[in-house]
């Protein structure tokens, strides 16, 4: 306990000033400042686990009468005659067997496409007395009169039409005529909602309205992004509050006679009336404080079946979708301007967003936000932040780490678990923006008051090593140095086969790009296996291992990064193709020795590097990877500190500038992942290599031809059926020791 105490003395300012910022935070969350970025990221946030955990099904309860592009070219520009319109609601419900119709679109002007008005005036000026054209004129007036078909088709059917409200544009006026309302101007003054108050509406006319079951608005919630997530569930207009679209459908499809109001038992406090849902009959629908609900989108566009309204006008449509069905008529035509910005999806029809909620009210799955989560959030907040205001103060940088990734996952899996399973949103932008925070804080403090020792290090071994080796480095910085000295590494080159004429294929830009695109990826993997990048060289690469970390296993890390780097070629062969590179094909040579590793060149400029025979016979290794048909060659001393390895002996060999032959080896794999077919073509050849060195030229030719027959793939025994044969001619001698010697690198 003393050293913790004294631990949080010696950072008090670092505490401090972590402190300062999670007040800030605090003061945000309870309204005393406002942090727009917070909303913004929280906006963010909920797209973020909406889009991510949203169903992605479809729900063929509802079905979408579309008003398409196809809809306009069969049938003529919108908006359609009333008859038209009273025909398609005739086939909904008495050819289709439809459960509830619901309109999105407003129908607040007269139909005179009939052309009933002009015929009337006709009468008036011109066969005022004239009894019989007046008989023959009341006698075609119900067929002229588009509007009155279309309240006729609607009288007694369960039709919900739609309308808007504007807000802020009082002046341009009203027109139509409003549904009833869901509740009385009056109902609510003695408490205190911030209801969305319009100033002015869009309705239908008079005989549409009276001819319907109910109305509902259609106007969601624009949010400051541009973005619709909320939908209000009653609007306020003079004191009186009207339902929406969607709810006043499916009230119907339920059968319910009117809304209620729910409230929390108790009177929560000043400010809080206490309204958190709305009940239509057994099923609750959760609202915010000014009583708008947000959208349970459950996927992109089309998560609700799709019918044509061409379709449905020439009985086309497909009777098995529309049966007993809610259907909403809308339009995703892009002229008729009903798509909208959501969280799923940029351009979204508005018509979806409706179906959208009678699902979730239907399902009772919509989210809700009542007013305690913002105790919570402050609760969240407060704790999140003392946590890590002490705890990365005296923790290490890795500590710190551990403690910042197991406080982001518990107020993560929090979250997603209160959104999942209780339906609950809980605001999470503040709190991870304030654990992010105090992280960089705490890691820039950190690093601008770490030892001269760890920067030193990172300065001069950044550009070879991965950081998290540099970060091992130091903890103990005094053991390592720039200076020369001898010691057992294992090196690694690797070069690209014929570069030249790959090269010469591609102008500069795109030769850039592709050794970059092949670069990367193989630095990454040497990284991942401890290895020091030396240098590149053009399309080559030289690394090694072992130094400046000394590292036991050396000869199996440059193996197995040497076995990723082939692999992620592998990978890389198709990202080439598609953008029409030539594939590439490398070779690699890994050497262990005695070597001179150190800090070498000019006063001009300095590298740390290797030398010695030792990196000598690798470069010379990966020379000859093509003469055998191969990717990767190790020497023999680097094969026997890996016996846990499976290899191919390929050969004995002089290479150029050394006298003294070496045995090279093909790797295969971990002996225990290697499958009995391979292990007895091993053999098979081994023994064939046997039969070559002692000069039996008859049997080795037949194994080896044999193995061919087998693997015509394998290129290295082409290699021994040619040798043979230059042997049978040109015999090596009694006492050739079978070693091959290359003359040229």
Do not use: C
């Amino acid at each position: 306990m003393k050293q913790l105490l004294e631990s949080i003395r010696r950072h008090l300012v670092r505490i401090g000033i972590s402190l300062a910022v999670l007040l800030i935070f605090l003061l945000d969350t309870v309204g005393v400042i406002h942090i727009g970025f917070v909303d913004r990221m929280e906006s963010l946030a909920y797209d973020l686990r909406l889009n991510v955990m949203m169903p992605n099904t479809v729900d063929s309860r509802i079905v979408i009468v579309d008003i398409d592009e196809r809809s306009l070219l069969e049938q003529g520009r919108w908006p359609w005659s009333r008859n038209k319109l009273a025909e398609m609601v005739d086939r909904l419900f008495d050819h289709y067997k439809i459960k509830v119709l619901g309109f999105d679109v407003v129908f607040a002007e007269k139909d005179e496409s009939s052309g009933l008005k002009v015929l009337e005036q006709i009468g008036r000026e011109h066969f005022k007395s004239s009894a019989a054209f007046n008989k023959a004129l009341d006698k075609l007036r119900p067929a002229l009169d588009f509007d009155q078909m279309f309240a006729n088709s609607l009288k007694g059917r369960p039709v919900v039409l739609g309308y808007y409200f504007r807000h802020g544009d009082s002046k341009s006026g009203s027109v139509g005529q409003l549904p009833p309302p869901a509740f009385e101007a009056g109902t609510f003054d003695d408490i205190h909602i911030p209801f969305v108050r319009a100033d002015a509406y869009g309705a239908n006319l008079p005989i549409l309205q009276q001819n319907a079951a109910a109305a509902g608005h259609f106007d969601p919630v624009v949010d400051t992004d541009g973005i619709s997530r909320r939908i209000p569930m009653v609007e306020e207009y003079q004191g009186a509050l009207y339902e929406a679209l969607s709810l006043a459908v499916t009230r119907i499809a339920l059968g319910i006679p009117k809304v209620e109001a729910g409230f929390v038992s108790g009177a929560p406090g000043e400010g809080y009336a206490g309204l958190e849902w709305l009940q239509v009959g057994e099923r609750r629908i959760p609202v915010d404080e000014r009583v708008t609900a947000l959208i349970p989108f459950r996927g992109r566009q089309g998560s609700f079946p799709y019918v044509s309204a061409a379709d449905v006008l020439t009985g086309k449509a497909d009777p098995k979708i529309l049966e007993d069905a809610i259907v909403l008529v809308g339009t995703t035509a892009p002229g008729l301007m009903d798509l909208r910005a959501s969280p799923v999806q940029s351009v979204y029809p508005g018509v979806e967003m409706h179906a959208n909620m009678i699902a979730g009210i239907l399902d009772q799955n919509i989210k809700e936000q009542p007013a305690y989560m913002l105790g919570a959030e402050f609760v969240l907040l407060l704790g999140a932040g003392l946590l890590l205001a002490f705890g990365m103060a005296i923790l290490s940088p890795l500590g710190s780490t551990l403690l910042t990734g197991m406080v982001l996952t518990a107020v993560i899996m929090l979250n997603l678990l209160l959104w999942q399973q209780a339906n609950l949103v809980m605001p999470i932008a503040s709190t991870l923006l304030l654990v992010v925070l105090l992280y960089l804080f705490n890691m820039s403090y950190g690093f601008f008051v770490e030892s001269r020792g760890k920067r030193k290090l990172a300065s001069m071994f950044g550009q070879y090593i991965p950081p998290e080796l540099v970060e091992e480095m130091a903890k103990d910085p005094e053991s390592f140095t720039l200076e020369g000295e001898s010691r057992e590494l294992t090196v690694l080159f690797s070069d690209v086969r014929g570069f030249t004429t790959i090269s010469e294929g591609l102008d500069p830009k795109q030769l850039t790009l592709l050794m970059n695109e092949y670069l990367t990826p193989m630095t990454h993997v040497i990284h991942r296996y401890r290895g020091t990048i030396d240098k590149y060289m053009g399309d080559a690469i030289m690394a090694f291992w072992g130094a400046p970390l000394p590292d036991p296993d050396h000869p199996r890390h440059a193996l197995l990064a040497a076995l990723g780097m082939i692999d992620e070629l592998k990978k890389l062969q198709g990202v080439f193709k598609a953008k029409g590179w030539p594939p590439i094909d490398i070779g690699i040579g890994i050497n262990t020795g005695i070597m001179t590793v150190g800090n070498m060149g000019s006063e001009f400029r300095m590298a740390y590097t290797v030398m010695g025979d030792a990196v000598n016979l690798g470069s010379r290794l990966e020379g000859l990877t093509k003469q055998y048909g191969v990717h990767i060659i190790v020497s023999e001393f680097t094969r026997q500190k890996l016996p846990e390895f499976l290899f191919r002996e390929l050969d004995r060999v002089r290479v150029k500038g050394k006298d003294a032959p070496v045995a090279i080896y093909e790797p295969i794999g971990l002996t225990d992942q290697i499958d009995e077919a391979t292990k007895h073509e091993l053999a098979l050849y081994h023994d064939a290599l046997k039969l070559y060195r002692a000069q039996n030229w008859d049997l080795a030719e037949m194994q080896f031809l044999n193995l061919q027959k087998m693997h015509p793939e394998r290129y290295l025994y082409s290699v021994y059926i040619e040798r043979i044969a230059h042997f049978r001619a040109h015999a090596p001698g009694k006492d050739w020791d079978g070693v091959f010697t290359f003359k040229t690198k």
